[in-house]
């Protein structure tokens, strides 16, 4: 390097005003080439104007459309920066009856509000809205208990709490009419399978609000089990003389139980009759009767509902 030096001592700065030289050239090309005017497609924002708490919007409404216009460089890099590019602004006065808007509606609309630009053309050919009446209604809040999502074998063991007995509820009126008189609590995507006492939403249309708009629900829940259990059959008013006797003297009996009080069921909770008077002769049997039952056993089934009857003597 030290060679360059002594060789070219100039070189250094001679660089520099090349440099200097290029630079100056390409800001005053820049700077001229702003000041011209040019034709470009720009997305332009947009804003509308209209009663937003008296009605839905149901689509989402265009954030910006596209036009072709012309003006000077340096608006033109603003626009399209978004630097102080004040939206354009679609006044709808009756919301809920105007469907669309088309080219020939907009392009008045936006060549008064282009500041610096000069509208070209609108590519955009056409603006759609859906847009409905907004409907009020206070309604019943409701829990349906048998929609309620338990875990296999659990059950509920307690009155279902609510901290609402109402909501108030809005949304598109076309949506309020087809709803029922009262707002259902929502238990969506859960399994249930301890106490419960959560905040919950509701079974509602996603353009519908609902205030509060969420209802505290509680209640307990227990775990159930299915059990049988073989008991003798008590007779009634059967031959002394054994002439008649059954083909067999015990029954299976199913039923559920709570998991905690399993312990506290014996054969003994339960009785079961065959009344030798109710015999069915035509296919000589007769239907065993519960009598009573442990008073926390459930879903209680015998396991026949016809015992064979034998008769010695006429075989």
Not at 44 to 67: C, G, M, N, R
Not at 216 to 232: D, G, H
Request: glycine share 2%; charged share 20%; net charge negative.
């Amino acid at each position: 390097m030290g060679i360059f030096r002594f060789l070219l001592p100039g070189l250094k700065d001679t660089w520099k005003v090349v440099a200097l030289s290029i630079l100056g050239a390409t800001t005053f090309w820049f700077f001229n080439a702003m000041n011209k005017s040019y034709d470009t497609r720009v997305d332009y924002p947009l804003s509308y104007t209209f009663a937003e708490d008296s009605v839905v919007v149901l689509d989402p409404l265009a954030k910006q459309i596209k036009i072709d216009v012309t003006s000077g460089g340096w608006n033109l890099i603003r626009k399209t920066l978004r630097i102080n590019a004040i939206p354009i602004n679609i006044p709808l006065d009756n919301p809920t009856e105007i469907k669309f808007l088309t080219r020939s509606s907009l392009i008045p609309m936006i060549s008064d509000q282009l500041d610096g630009l000069r509208l070209i053309y609108v590519v955009t050919d056409t603006l759609f809205f859906n847009i409905e009446e907004k409907v009020t209604r206070k309604l019943p809040v409701y829990v349906d208990s048998v929609t309620i999502p338990l875990s296999q074998s659990y059950r509920m063991v307690s009155p279902i709490s609510c901290n609402l007995d109402s909501a108030i509820v809005s949304g598109p009126k076309s949506t309020m009419l087809q709803m029922p008189a009262y707002v259902q609590v929502d238990f969506s995507n859960m399994s249930i399978d301890e106490n419960f006492d959560e905040e919950l939403g509701y079974l509602v249309d996603e353009h519908v609000n609902v205030q509060p708009a969420e209802a505290t629900i509680k209640f307990q829940v227990a775990k159930y089990l299915a059990r049988e259990i073989s008991i003798p059959l008590e007779l009634l008013d059967f031959p002394q003389d054994s002439s008649a006797y059954l083909a067999d003297n015990n029954i299976v009996l199913y039923y559920t139980i709570k998991e905690e009080d399993e312990d506290e069921v014996n054969a003994s909770d339960f009785s079961v009759t065959a009344d030798y008077s109710m015999r069915n002769m035509n296919d000589s049997t007769v239907a065993p009767i519960l009598m009573y039952a442990h008073e926390k056993a459930l879903d209680i089934v015998l396991g026949s509902d016809r015992v064979k009857l034998i008769f010695p003597e006429i075989q």
